[in-house]
């Protein structure tokens, strides 16, 4: 069986020490979204948005935003993080093209949230169908468990507020799932 041509380059991790990548953790993401489909799923569903001579695909392009949250970015311009590593994200996107991508979509409103809707929820129903009865939605409930920790940072940052106990830190909000009554509690977000 073949794969479908994949809109990122195939990477092959290695523990050699050669071609280090500051963003390897990112490579998980990659996988699962090039075994997943959900490439090509977003790039059929944003190809109205796409212009005639377009080089970046729209697909990819969103991709590439969702890939830079997820390692930490919160803006449009974070994709620069992608764009530094060629060699495992494939060419991305300028700033401006991200830009009017998303001014594009924001314009189109519901019918390009629609898009991505169907594009996500085509893509869960095929992979849930493979995982048979390991699939999230099988036993019927989802559990989302948040939660929030201080972590302490012994020393203040440049215009750091202390918190009430005059501790220094952060606090990161964390998401968990658990799947019926003897889930694991498998991080999704942090």
């Known amino acids: 069986m073949r794969e479908p041509i ?45 212009k005639p001579r377009a080089v970046h695909d729209p697909g990819k392009n969103l991709l590439d935003l969702a890939l830079a949250v997820a390692m930490g970015g919160d803006c449009l311009a974070d994709v620069g993080m992608l764009r530094a590593e060629p060699a495992v994200f494939g060419p991305v996107a300028s700033d401006p093209t991200v830009s009017r991508l998303i001014d594009t979509l924001a314009a189109s409103g519901e019918k390009a949230l629609q898009a991505i809707r169907s594009a996500r929820a085509e893509v869960r129903q095929c992979v849930w169908r493979l995982a048979g009865r390991a699939a999230p939605d099988a036993g019927g409930t989802v559990t989302v468990d948040l939660d929030g920790v201080l972590v302490i940072a012994h020393s203040d ?34």
């Open 157 to 190: 940052k440049e215009d750091a507020a202390p918190t009430w106990k005059r501790t220094y830190g952060h606090h990161p909000l964390m998401g968990f799932v658990d799947h019926g009554p003897s889930g694991t509690g498998e991080p999704v977000a942090a």
């Open 6 to 50: 994949s809109s990122y380059p195939l990477v092959r991790v290695r523990g050699d020490g050669r071609q280090v990548v500051s963003q390897a953790g990112a490579v998980l993401l990659l996988e699962t979204v090039r075994k997943t489909g959900l490439d090509q799923a977003m790039s059929a569903a944003l190809a109205p948005w796409r």
